[in-house]
Every structure is written in structure tokens, then in C-alpha cells.
């Protein structure tokens, strides 16, 4: 790498928002907060009017919505000018295909079939029928709606605003639609038929399938790519799901070949709970949602485990526990992959066919099949380190289901044979985990729902701070430069969203209460529903109670997504008018009624709290091991939920405001006091990036009665040579009841310095004197 990376900013790019000049205008101003690089959402030619880019369309040119190739140099210029350097995320496993005509590939394949140069392209089942399915009409009758238009270059079929091109092969110049249709490589079908001929992203439709495995394809997809290092203009890359690509291992070795040995190299490789990452990729870690559990889980008080469960159940019917968790997981996988990937799980069986060339019964195959992608706890079991897992399930489901022996014998065959198979097997099983897990149980559990986040384990109550210390010490050995983070693009809710969220650990008695006389002035639609809803309210709830109608409106929008989400009164293809009204009076009953001024009460209460708690999980990730993503705006307080809430336009002029304050600000509602520990931290990381990059990691440990309220470890290049020591505050709201008391530290020998606070220390001081300022420390040997 041209720049040595000591931490990153992540811009979202969009073409009529903040382009790549945008981007280059605050430059300036990320040099001047401490980060190394500037960290772009996909910058590759996406579909018009894209407002986050991972509908890539024409992956050999940078997208001139943007600002194009010129736009991106000038960028990289102006970043070297400041001494900063370039990551960009790349969007291998499919390409956007809503409207056909912006594909000029997926154009090609429509319009000449196997015939296309583009035919290998895509992940198309051409074995699976003679034509394209494609799922696009409103119902399959509706293929009589169609039209033929030759008003421009070329004859294609209208279907409203939609075009699909005509082989000229086939056009005789009549104007029967129908006639001409039947002639094409593709058919058009309803959108419900569940018929669809090539590999889709999860379930979009619009997003279909790339073949990377095919080493022409990859060539020529990554063409752009491979020339920005080739150049000097990026330093790294962030690889979008490369789960979903038939040999993801293959792939990223084939990549690295592509970006060299010493580009930094980061996949969104989501880690379930015990999952470790395969340390023979060719990677330098994950994009940080195993980091993000580490570093919210422990600010939450345990003592708060029993009573949330309780009250979860009470108002639900079900715990939200372990054990109800998994039931669920695997009761909703499994109805997945009946339903909406069952074309994904037909397409399955029919590859288990042909590679094994047996007859058998398809249905009991698809049953086995469905059994074991239900049961499987990863997004993929093919990874070096799952090795012996799937064996595992299939002997599993024999035990439990020995009616579906004869289907398992086949599938087990399958694999073994390593074909397409194979492959096909663990891509259903990460689109299962995702579409069930991600965007539908993390909606439908309630008992605290900032633990509800991608890569996370809603059933495991938090980190105890022996755990936390492991987990950090081993991503200092095995992952020294993985990206770690605490928001993305992706995640459900916000970093200080979570962080107040979490506080109701520490009050779960006053949290029934305050809930109970809600319900009784604004009754909830029902008890599931309300219980997470009313979570993500108080997350959100502005702590001068001023509710404007932007944020009404914030409310109303992530409601009406989570309920069709979460699948269990209302959903995306069947709509509950009733319900969804029900749901979207209740929130105006709300902020108009007599809740309004009690929810901002327990607000204000909790709020310096949460504060607390958000400063803490910041310092420590950004001192923490791995290379911490700062999320465009996150250096001030944020209250974004789920995308598209979280990629809404950023105060810039605010946050500039600030870079002229050096002085240690109060803990308040302004969010100075975040932004200082940012800068300080990252400006830190930069100054002393051996003391952090590769560095060492030792735990440290309070004495006193206080002293499980304190989270603390030291940085340095080496074990016995710690020079940076971070301390943060945790369960505030019973360290408040009694105070630090004796509570102490010792400190490394020397002089240290605190960053944050900016007094002297040296040998054993007391935390009440440390943390004076902040309940947070960034102490470093002078």
C-alpha cells in the first residue's frame, strides 16, 4: 500500500446527493479529524438514479453519475495532497438488471440467449428450461398486456414503462406482441409464479447472479478494477458478499492476485456466533460485525438478563431466549426456503441430479434439502475451519427424519462429487440465513433489540469482560488489520441508537413500568409489535422532545418496513392495509398524545447513560485492534435506524464547527464530546500506527468496589511495551447509586498524558480522579 492505514471514513455516494467531488471536498477536513483513508461505497456504473450503488451494471467504467474515472483521480489527488489514501467496495456476485436496457450485458443474453457473448456471464439455469423465466409481469396472464415498440434503434416489447429486446432473428414485422414473445430466449412470467431462470442476490429479482468461478468473467468484470491498482489511485478494497459466489475462497485468491500482496483486503464475510474466520483466505479480516458484538455487548449489565426475559414474555408469549431463538431460526429457514427461495432450492435438486445421474424423488429431495439448510448455524459450511459440519447436519437430520435417508444419500453424493451441486448447496444456505435471520427474526424477537444486528446473537446476553479481552487479544494476533466497526450501511440500527437501547440492561424495573403506562394511553397493535417498536422509539426519541415532522416521518418509514420484515401481520408481497394503518395511527397517537412528554422524561433520564455507554464502545473500538471504520456522521451522536434511514445527507458544516475546539468538552447532547474522543483517537492511531496496527493488546484491570464498572487495555508495539491505555466506564446507572469509592488503576510505569481529558498520570490513580472529565481515558506515556 502506497499509505499505511491506520483507520478509515466511509462515504455513501450517490449521483444526486455526494458525488466523488463531493467527497474530495472534505478531505480537508478527514485529514484534520486523524483518519488515513477515505472509504467509498461502490463507485462502479450502477443503475440510474441508484442511491447506494450495489446495483452495479456496467462494472468495466466508474459511474459518470458520479463524477466518473476524472472525479475518482481527482479524489485520489487531492487525498495525497493531505496524505490520505483510497478503499473502494466492489460488488462481485451480481449485477443490477431492474431495467434491462441499463445492462448492456444482460441486454446481450435477453436479446441473443445462449448465443451471447455474455451467455457465461450469468449464474442462468439453462439446463433448468429452453427460455429465461423472468419474474416481471404482475401475473402470468398479463403476458397479453404486451406491445411491440419500434419507435427507437430497435424493436423491443413494452410491458408499461419496461423494454425487453427482440432477437432480430425473430422480429417479421407484425405487431402481434404475443407471437413475437414466444419466439424469444426469455419469457416473461408473474412476479408470484415462483419461476425465475438464473440465480438471484438473496431474493431481488433485480439482482442477479454473477459467475465469477469463470476465469473470463472475472477478467473482465474486475478489468476497472485491477487498472486503479495498477495506477496507484486505491490502496484496498471492501468485498461485498462473497458468500454468494459458487468458491468465495477461489474468488478472493484470484483477487488478491488482482489488488497484490500488500493491498488491504477486507470481505463482509458475516461470522455467526462460534464461527472463526478461515485463516487460509488470503484476506486481512472481515468489514467488523464480529467486532461490533464485542464492542456493544460489553456495556450490557447482565443483571438485566432475567427481568427483560420476563417482561418478553409477558407481553409476547415467547422469551426471546436461546432456546426460543434457535426454534425460531430454524422454523423460519425452513419456511423460506419453501417459499421464497424455493426456485433457488428446485434449481438445487435438479444440479443434485445431474451430478449424481440417479432418479429419485424430487420432492423428498427438496424436503432433505430444506432440512439441512434449516439446520445449518453458518451462512456457508465450506470454509477450512467448518470442515466436518455438514456431514455433521446430514447425520443430524438421518437421526431425526430417517424417512428422508434416501434424499440424504443423493445429496450426499452430490457433494462428494464436488460439482455444481456443491456450490449451489452453500449458496442457498447463506441466502436462507440471510432473508431469515437478518431480515426477518431480527423484526419478530423483541427482548432487547440492540442485540438484533447483522452478525449478532440476539440470545446471548452480552460480553462478560474476561470474554471481551479474549476475543480483542485474539484479532490482535490472528486479524491485526480486519476492519472493525460499530455502523454501516447494513446495520439495523445506529451505534448510539444501540448504546441507549442497551441502557434498559441497566433498568429493567423502571423500563416495565414506563411501558406498561404507555400501553395503557397508547395501546399497541399487539404485544409483539409494540414491545419492539417501542424500543426502537426510545432509541430515536429526540432528548428535547422536539419531534419535527422529518423525524415523524423516520418513524413511520422504519415502522412500516420492520412489520413487513418481520412477516407476522402484514409483508412486502401481501400487504395488511388494516394493520399497517392500525400501526401508523399508533405512532401519530404517539407523538401527538400524552406519551409524547413521558417518553421524553425517560429519555433525558437514560440519555447521559447511553452517552456514557457510546463514548466507551467508541474509544475502545477505535484503540481496539483491527482497523476501526468511522461511518460517514458518526462523529457526533446519530440516531439512524435500518437503510435507507441510515444513509440520509451528513451536517458537515457541524462537524467542521468543531475541529477548531481543542478544549475537553462536556458529556451533553451536542456530541463535542464524541467528536473529541474521535479525533483524539484517530489522530492517535495515525501518530503511532505500530502502537496499534499489529501491535500488542494487554487486558487491564480496576481494583476496588467499583471496579467491574471499568472496560481498560493497553496498546503498544510490543507486550512489554504498552504506551496508549484505554478506559471506559460501563453500568453507569449503578456506578451513580454508590460512586468509584476506591476504585483504582495502575498505570504501566512512566508518565501518561490523557488525550481526552487532558491531565498528568502517573503510577496508581484513583478512576474517580481519571475519568473527572469523561467516563472515558486515552492515556498515552510521554
Known amino acids: 500500500m502506497s499509505h499505511a492505514i491506520t483507520s478509515t471514513y466511509r462515504f455513501q455516494l450517490r449521483g444526486d446527493r455526494f458525488t466523488l467531488r463531493d467527497a474530495a471536498s472534505l478531505v480537508p477536513y478527514l485529514a484534520e479529524l486523524g483518519v488515513s483513508h477515505v472509504y467509498l461505497s461502490p463507485i462502479l456504473t450502477a443503475s440510474d438514479g441508484s442511491t447506494h450503488g450495489y446495483d452495479v451494471t456496467d462494472p468495466r467504467t466508474v459511474s459518470e453519475a458520479l463524477g466518473g474515472r476524472a472525479a475518482l483521480e481527482d479524489l485520489v489527488a487531492e487525498c495525497r495532497t493531505h496524505g490520505l489514501g483510497v478503499v473502494v467496495d466492489i460488488v462481485p456476485n451480481h449485477l443490477g438488471v431492474a431495467t434491462a436496457r441499463e445492462n448492456p450485458f444482460w441486454?446481450?443474453?435477453?436479446?441473443?440467449?445462449?448465443?451471447?457473448?455474455?451467455?457465461?456471464?450469468?449464474?442462468?439455469?439453462?439446463?433448468?428450461?429452453?427460455?429465461?423465466?423472468?419474474?416481471?409481469?404482475?401475473?402470468?396472464?398479463?403476458?397479453?398486456?404486451?406491445?411491440?415498440?419500434?419507435?427507437?434503434?430497435?424493436?423491443?416489447?413494452?410491458?408499461?414503462?419496461?423494454?425487453?429486446?427482440?432477437?432480430?432473428?425473430?422480429?417479421?414485422?407484425?405487431?402481434?406482441?404475443?407471437?413475437?414473445?414466444?419466439?424469444?430466449?426469455?419469457?416473461?412470467?408473474?412476479?408470484?409464479?415462483?419461476?425465475?431462470?438464473?440465480?438471484?442476490?438473496?431474493?431481488?429479482?433485480?439482482?442477479?447472479?454473477?459467475?465469477?468461478?469463470?476465469?473470463a468473467v472475472f477478467e473482465a468484470t474486475h478489468a476497472e478494477v485491477g487498472s486503479w491498482f495498477r495506477d496507484g489511485l486505491v490502496d484496498g478494497v471492501r468485498v461485498d458478499h462473497p458468500d454468494g459466489l459458487t468458491a468465495p475462497a477461489e474468488y478472493l485468491a484470484r483477487l488478491r492476485g488482482v489488488v497484490g500482496p500488500d493491498s488491504w483486503l477486507v470481505v463482509e464475510k458475516i461470522l455467526t456466533a462460534e464461527e472463526p474466520l478461515d485463516v487460509t483466505l488470503p484476506v486481512d479480516g472481515t468489514t467488523g460485525y464480529d467486532a461490533l458484538a464485542d464492542l456493544g455487548g460489553v456495556f450490557l449489565d447482565p443483571s438485566g438478563e432475567e427481568p427483560l426475559t420476563r417482561l418478553s414474555s409477558d407481553v409476547t408469549g415467547h422469551a426471546g431466549d436461546a432456546h426460543w431463538v434457535h426454534e425460531a431460526e430454524r422454523t423460519i429457514k425452513a419456511d423460506t426456503a419453501s417459499t421464497q427461495l424455493a426456485p433457488e432450492v428446485r434449481r438445487l435438486v435438479a444440479a443434485i441430479a445431474r451430478d449424481t445421474g440417479t432418479t429419485f424423488d424430487a420432492d423428498l429431495?427438496?424436503?432433505?434439502?430444506?432440512?439441512?439448510?434449516?439446520?445449518?448455524?453458518?451462512?456457508?459450511?465450506?470454509?477450512?475451519?467448518?470442515?466436518?459440519?455438514?456431514?455433521?447436519?446430514?447425520?443430524?437430520?438421518?437421526?431425526?427424519?430417517?424417512?428422508?435417508?434416501?434424499?440424504?444419500?443423493?445429496?450426499?453424493?452430490?457433494?462428494?462429487?464436488?460439482?455444481?451441486?456443491?456450490g449451489r448447496l452453500q449458496q442457498v444456505a447463506g441466502a436462507v440465513m440471510a432473508k431469515s435471520v437478518e431480515d426477518c427474526m431480527f423484526y419478530r424477537t423483541s427482548r432487547l433489540v440492540s442485540l438484533q444486528e447483522v452478525g449478532g446473537d440476539p440470545s446471548r446476553f452480552g460480553r462478560s469482560v474476561p470474554e471481551f479481552h479474549l476475543r480483542l487479544s485474539e484479532r490482535a494476533r490472528l486479524w491485526p488489520a480486519a476492519m472493525t466497526t460499530l455502523s454501516t450501511h447494513d446495520t439495523k440500527r445506529g451505534e448510539d441508537v444501540r448504546a441507549r437501547i442497551g441502557v434498559l440492561s441497566q433498568v429493567p424495573d423502571l423500563w416495565r413500568a414506563c411501558l406498561s403506562d404507555w400501553e395503557e394511553q397508547a395501546p399497541s397493535p399487539n404485544g409483539s409489535t409494540g414491545l419492539f417498536l417501542w424500543q426502537n422509539i426510545l432509541g430515536t426519541w429526540p432528548t428535547d422532545g422536539a419531534v419535527t415532522d422529518e423525524y415523524r416521518e423516520r418513524l413511520h418509514a422504519y415502522a412500516e418496513k420492520a412489520v413487513r420484515e418481520a412477516g407476522s401481520y402484514t409483508g412486502w408481497n401481501d400487504v395488511d392495509e388494516d394493520f399497517e394503518s392500525a400501526v401508523h395511527s399508533w405512532i401519530d397517537g404517539i407523538v401527538d398524545g400524552p406519551v409524547a412528554p413521558s417518553l421524553t422524561t425517560f429519555v433525558q433520564q437514560i440519555a447521559p447513560h447511553a452517552w456514557s455507554d457510546s463514548l466507551g464502545q467508541k474509544l475502545l473500538h477505535l484503540a481496539g485492534p483491527g482497523i476501526p471504520d468511522i461511518y460517514q456522521g458518526t462523529e457526533l451522536w446519530e440516531d439512524s435506524l435500518v437503510d435507507p434511514d441510515n444513509r440520509r445527507d451528513v451536517d458537515y458544516d457541524a462537524r467542521k464547527a468543531l475541529l477548531d475546539n481543542d478544549r475537553t468538552p462536556t458529556l451533553d447532547a451536542s456530541g463535542a464530546a464524541k467528536f473529541h474522543v474521535t479525533r483524539c483517537a484517530a489522530r492517535l492511531r495515525r501518530d503511532r500506527p505500530d502502537s496499534f496496527v499489529g501491535g500488542s493488546y494487554v487486558p487491564v484491570f480496576a481494583t476496588g468496589a467499583a471496579a467491574d464498572h471499568v472496560v481498560a487495555f493497553g496498546r503498544g508495539p510490543a507486550a512489554g511495551d504498552v504506551d496508549v491505555v484505554a478506559v471506559a466506564t460501563r453500568w453507569s446507572v449503578r456506578l451513580g447509586e454508590a460512586g468509584w469509592g476506591d476504585t483504582s488503576l495502575a498505570l504501566p510505569d512512566g508518565e501518561w498524558t490523557d488525550l481526552v481529558g487532558g491531565e498528568s498520570f502517573s503510577g496508581t490513580v484513583t478512576v474517580s480522579s481519571l475519568l473527572s472529565a469523561l467516563p472515558v481515558a486515552l492515556l498515552v506515556r510521554r
Open 107 to 215: 441486454w446481450d443474453v435477453l436479446r441473443h440467449g445462449r448465443a451471447s457473448r455474455y451467455a457465461s456471464w450469468f449464474d442462468i439455469d439453462w439446463a433448468g428450461a429452453e427460455r429465461i423465466a423472468l419474474p416481471v409481469l404482475g401475473d402470468d396472464a398479463d403476458v397479453n398486456e404486451l406491445s411491440v415498440d419500434r419507435s427507437g434503434d430497435e424493436t423491443t416489447l413494452a410491458y408499461y414503462e419496461n423494454r425487453f429486446p427482440v432477437d432480430p432473428a425473430t422480429d417479421d414485422g407484425s405487431d402481434d406482441a404475443t407471437a413475437l414473445h414466444d419466439k424469444q430466449s426469455y419469457e416473461l412470467v408473474g412476479w408470484r409464479s415462483g419461476r425465475i431462470g438464473y440465480r438471484r442476490f438473496f431474493s431481488v429479482s433485480d439482482l442477479a447472479g454473477l459467475r465469477q468461478e469463470d476465469p
Open 365 to 422: 429431495a427438496r424436503e432433505a434439502v430444506t432440512e439441512i439448510v434449516a439446520r445449518m448455524p453458518v451462512y456457508r459450511s465450506d470454509y477450512a475451519p467448518l470442515a466436518g459440519m455438514l456431514p455433521r447436519l446430514l447425520g443430524d437430520v438421518a437421526a431425526d427424519r430417517p424417512e428422508l435417508v434416501p434424499a440424504l444419500d443423493v445429496v450426499a453424493a452430490a457433494v462428494a462429487a464436488r460439482g455444481e451441486a456443491s
